[in-house]
């Protein structure tokens, strides 16, 4: 059990971890323009705050968090709003072929402002027009 898995229980309440998921879905959305059926990978995903603020009804949403208690409130939050095109994994010893682009959500833990890192593998924004 690491620190993440008891915090998990009242992470979505926190005005930080709210603040911190709205910066990043504001960030990713002036940088990129998801299509209705991407398929995100989200490492790090916490609860989820910021995959569920990026899916939508067509496209394939998968988090993955190496805390089992982010994972466990993830998929609780999915099954309570009816979500079935999202899901969380864990990431211990976990590899993804089938993800075409992967957002990658990282606080810096020993810094007092989190940062935004998009890796959009197999893209180039000339051919694909900012889009992912």
């Known amino acids: 059990m690491n620190r993440f898995d008891e915090a998990a229980k009242t992470w979505d309440t926190k005005p930080s971890s709210l603040a911190m998921a709205k910066a990043c879905v504001e960030n990713i959305n002036k940088i ?17 705050l910021v995959a569920f603020s990026l899916s939508n009804e067509t496209n394939e949403v998968i988090g993955m968090d190496n805390s089992s208690g982010m994972v466990e ?12 095109n999202i899901k969380a994994i864990s990431s211990a010893g976990t590899q993804s072929k089938s993800v075409e682009k992967n957002i990658t959500i990282a606080p810096l833990e020993n810094e007092k402002n989190p940062f935004v890192y998009i890796n959009s593998l197999n893209i180039s924004s000339q051919t694909n027009k900012g889009e992912i």
């Open 32 to 48: 990129i323009k998801l299509k209705d059926d991407s398929k995100i990978l989200d490492y790090g995903c916490g609860t989820g």
């Open 73 to 84: 409130q993830f998929n609780k939050k999915a099954k309570e709003l009816d979500f079935l």
